[in-house]
């Protein structure tokens, strides 16, 4: 204490529960939108991290960075050195069917990747790895008050953005059930696995290889409040 990778001298700077967005930008701006009485705990390669409250209860935010490299070392230290119990990922997706639109919400039930993160790092054969249900239940509930619709399905944990080959999604898309895809949850998930911790996966869709569809930075930064919002309620 602190780690590598985060300044946090104590583990209480830290909440029980941490919001993940890919983002350092997205992670100030919802401490800057959403939390009251605000303090950055983290600045390390500008990996910004913040603790407040909302509506009355503790919460923290702090970037993942992309890719499972990233979340996967921000996440074990987390989890491991400031007794995060649990971590929400909230980020975007491409689409992989016409059934999931610009600006849906996903919540992973679980991810299917072909990346070697989980075999390396314990052991771990499987290529699917589901998000924890307790929280899940919770996330559902939160999202069915606040009346947003949400998807609930499998999505693909990927290590590329650019394939050299487009088409492989359809085969994805179909061989795995695989909606969307994203870039970090099989890797969380597979570290509160093993570290005995929770972990869930909140989408907002921001492009479709399907369709075709695209969102703009600007864009995005509203319409992903809905999934914000749901997310901030696991405050405690
Ligand atoms: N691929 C991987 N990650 C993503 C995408 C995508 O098309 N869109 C948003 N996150």
Redesign the pocket.
């Given at each position: 204490m602190p780690t590598p990778h985060i300044e946090a001298k104590n583990k209480n700077e830290i909440a029980k529960t941490v919001l993940m967005p890919g983002d350092p930008l997205r992670a100030k701006f919802i401490a800057d939108t959403f939390l009251e009485d605000v303090k950055q705990f983290n600045g390390v390669r500008n990996v910004l991290g913040y603790t407040g409250t909302y509506k009355g209860r503790r919460i923290s935010v702090m970037a993942s960075g992309m890719g499972m490299p990233s979340i996967g070392i921000y996440s074990y230290e987390l989890y491991k050195f400031y007794d995060v119990e649990n971590i929400i990922r909230i980020?975007?997706?491409?689409g992989y069917t016409p059934d999931v639109k610009l600006y849906d919400v996903i919540l992973a039930k679980d991810a299917w990747s072909e990346s070697s993160y989980a075999k390396v790092q314990g052991g771990y054969e499987s290529d699917t790895i589901e998000g924890t249900p307790e929280l899940n239940q919770r996330l559902v509930k939160y999202a069915n008050e606040l009346g947003i619709p949400m998807h609930i399905e499998r999505i693909h944990s990927?290590d590329v953005?650019y394939r050299q080959n487009f088409e492989e999604y359809k085969e994805i898309y179909n061989k795995y059930g695989c909606v969307?895809?994203?870039?970090e949850a099989f890797s969380l998930f597979h570290n509160a696995k093993v570290l005995g911790k929770k972990a869930a996966c909140l989408l907002t869709v921001?492009?479709n290889?399907e369709t075709k569809e695209e969102t703009t930075s600007e864009e995005r930064q509203n319409a992903f409040t809905n999934m914000m919002k749901i997310a901030l309620e696991m405050a405690e």
């Open positions: 980020g975007s997706c491409g990927s953005f969307a895809v994203e870039m921001s492009d290889l």
